[in-house]
């Protein structure tokens, strides 16, 4: 099982962070509308979900495991699937029925290593994800990118929702864009 290093920094200037990026010759990776689905365990396990998500170039199946909300507290394990639909369907079979289907837009540029996901999700503002191979990695990105400390969280995409915007997420089953 890999353990995420990853940290998030909310409500960014999209535009000033890509212009920050550029002038540090940060490589642009790409630009996906990304599509998921969302699964509990029967019985519903706390902290720990099934993803299926479509990022536009793969497909991945992943466990999702937050034993705590620090940079270095998710646990995941992911594989390559060959189809969304088809995994879904599969998913179905085994038992597991979708809590949610949820978009988003993601831009990712890569910067001494690190990856940095500029995320859109619908109902809130934009934030980044800051992922790297080690907590210092991630750290000196966010300071070469002159991030406001007071921005940065280690929460979880659901708990931004519900801890920072008082979204319940697991009441809205289809989470899209207008």
């Known amino acids: 099982m890999h353990t995420e290093i ?13 212009k920050k990026l550029e002038e540090l010759k940060a490589t642009f990776v790409g630009e996906w509308f990304q599509k998921r689905y969302v699964y509990d365990f029967n019985p519903v396990r706390e ?7 479509d990022t536009g170039k ?7 495991n937050v034993e705590e909300n620090s940079i270095d507290g ?7 699937v060959s189809s969304f ?13 979708r809590r949610a289907y949820q978009e988003n ?18 109902l809130i503002p934009t934030y980044v994800e800051f992922e790297g191979k080690d907590i210092e990695s991630v ?6 990118l002159e991030i406001d400390e007071e921005k940065i969280t280690s929460l979880n995409c659901q708990s931004i929702y519900e ?3 008082n979204i319940n997420v697991n009441d809205i089953k289809d989470l899209k864009f207008e």
């Open 139 to 144: 750290k000196e990105v966010e300071k070469l």
């Open 74 to 80: 998710t646990k995941e394990l992911e594989i390559e």
């Open 6 to 18: 990853e940290e998030r920094a909310l409500e960014v200037d999209k535009e000033k962070l890509i």
């Open 105 to 122: 837009k993601r831009i990712r540029y890569i910067l001494n290593d690190v990856e940095i996901d500029i995320d859109s999700w619908p």
């Open 58 to 64: 793969s497909v991945t199946l992943t466990y999702k």
């Open 47 to 53: 902290n720990e979900w099934i993803r299926l998500r």
């Open 163 to 165: 801890q920072i915007y």
């Open 85 to 97: 639909e088809d995994t879904n369907q599969m998913l179905n079979i085994l038992g597991y029925t």
